[in-house]
């Protein structure tokens, strides 16, 4: 007797699905974790743009508009202001500005600034000097103050993930720029 041909099969079986669900949940196991880090890697470097980006716009601004900007910034956080350096724009700093209108009359309002660095990055002071204020000046150059009021002639600043990497930048004083350092080993 002749059996007819059998139709072909339509369809996947059930431990076809199983073997593809698996072979993806492993591919994901892989992936995942390195795209986190990726992603980290990525906001860090993100904080670093944006610091440095302000800085640049602050000391512009400070000699184009003929008064200083002030950057202050709080160790252990993301939390960061710049402003012109009078009263209106820091009043709780009382006799601490330095613009040479001190109440800031006769200005436009500038550049104002108040944010946070990308989540999970933070503020470091890679040779523990306490938190200052950066202070561009109109001819260009920059002072460097500690949070006692001594003065340096240039600040290193950290910014530091939650996986603990770290990127390092660097206003001179003298010159007022800002650069990106390859430092390792802190």
């Known amino acids: 007797m002749i059996l007819p041909a059998s139709k072909p099969r339509r369809g996947f079986t059930l431990l076809e699905l199983i073997l593809v ?4 949940a492993l591919v994901a196991a892989v992936a995942i974790p390195s795209f986190q880090t990726w992603s980290q890697g990525y906001r860090l470097q993100q904080g670093v743009d944006v610091v440095r980006t302000l800085w640049v716009k ?3 601004a400070a ?4 008064r200083p900007y002030r950057f202050m910034y709080v160790l252990g956080s993301g939390e960061f202001r710049l402003a012109p350096d009078d009263f209106e724009n820091w009043p709780e700093l009382a006799g601490d500005v330095t ?3 001190i109440s800031g009359a006769g200005y436009p309002l500038g550049l104002v600034v108040q944010d946070s660095l990308p989540p999970g990055v933070q503020f470091l002071s ?3 000097e306490p938190a200052g204020a950066l202070i561009f000046w109109p001819d260009g150059t920059a002072k460097i103050y500690d949070a006692d009021g001594s003065e340096r002639p240039d600040l ?3 910014l530091l993930d939650s996986q603990g990497s770290a990127r390092y930048l660097q206003v001179r004083a003298v010159t007022g720029g800002a650069s990106v350092l390859n430092l390792s080993g802190f």
């Open 63 to 66: 000699m184009e508009e003929g």
């Open 21 to 24: 669900v698996a072979i993806l």
């Open 58 to 60: 602050a000391r512009t």
């Open 156 to 158: 290193v600043l950290g």
């Open 99 to 101: 613009g040479p209108n």
């Open 126 to 128: 890679p040779f523990g």
